[in-house]
T-cell receptor, first 117, second 115 residues
Framework: AQSVAQPEDQVNVAEGNPLTVKCTYSVSGNPYLFWYVQYPNRGLQFLLKYITGDNLVKGSYGFEAEFNKSQTSFHLKKPSALVSDSALYFCAVRDIMVTGGGNKLTFGTGTQLKVEL | EPEVTQTPSHQVTQMGQEVILRCVPISNHLYFYWYRQILGQKVEFLVSFYNNEISEKSEIFDDQFSVERPDGSNFTLKIRSTKLEDSAMYFC?????????????FGPGTRLTVL
């Protein structure tokens, strides 16, 4: 079975400071990992993904994420937060060992990011 | 930029009634999904659909649920007899190809309220 944990319900950070939103995963094989962002009354927007290769993945809006296999983590980071980054962030995983071709994503519970002036 | 669209944005229905939620996936995408998010909870997978058949479904997706691609553009989720616990935000998604590493693009959602 595949699962994701986002240990923080909320992260507060001052504008201009670096931000980190944490995610850990559990899969039988190797993971495909994704980050999505949800603004109020909007759908989920894709930010970035890890498939294979370089452990540091760069995505939209200046976000990046670091894959750490030994710690089974995929933390989302941004060097300098903006007030407009305030939103709900979801980590998701797909276990590449799962057969059946369903491509089911399993999401974490989400982390509310609040960036203040 | 192409996007997934969903209608209606909000649907209110009485318990026991049938509802159909509609989605128009991105036009060159081949793989379609429904997820739901009960208020304050995580996003949960319901079903995936490829080549005119269900590829995978969750335990939530019981006999009360069905999906259909009635034409070349629409993808629908039907709930035959709604229950109070079906109240949730329902998201449609699509991806280019049936590969697990393809990102899924989500629509804005339909908020279903069952009274």
């Amino acid at each position: 079975a595949q699962s994701v944990a986002q240990p923080e319900d909320q992260v507060n950070v001052a504008e201009g400071n670096p931000l980190t939103v944490k995610c850990t995963y559990s899969v039988s094989g190797n993971p495909y990992l994704f980050w999505y962002v949800q603004y109020p009354n909007r759908g989920l927007q894709f930010l970035l993904k890890y498939i294979t290769g370089d452990n540091l993945v760069k995505g939209s809006y200046g976000f990046e994420a670091e894959f750490n296999k030994s710690q089974t983590s995929f933390h989302l980071k941004k060097p300098s937060a903006l007030v407009s980054d305030s939103a709900l962030y979801f980590c998701a995983v797909r276990d590449i060992m799962v057969t059946g071709g369903g491509n089911k994503l399993t999401f974490g519970t989400g982390t509310q990011l609040k960036v203040e002036l | 930029e192409p996007e997934v669209t969903q209608t209606p944005s909000h649907q209110v229905t009485q318990m026991g009634q049938e509802v159909i939620l509609r989605c128009v996936p991105i036009s060159n995408h081949l793989y379609f999904y429904w997820y739901r998010q009960i208020l304050g909870q995580k996003v949960e997978f319901l079903v995936s659909f490829y080549n005119n058949e269900i590829s995978e479904k969750s335990e939530i997706f019981d006999d009360q649920f069905s999906v259909e691609r009635p034409d070349g553009s629409n993808f629908t989720l039907k709930i035959r007899s709604t229950k109070l616990e079906d109240s949730a935000m329902y998201f449609c998604a699509s991806s280019e190809a049936p590969r697990g590493y393809n990102e899924q693009f989500f629509g804005p959602g339909t908020r279903l309220t069952v009274l």
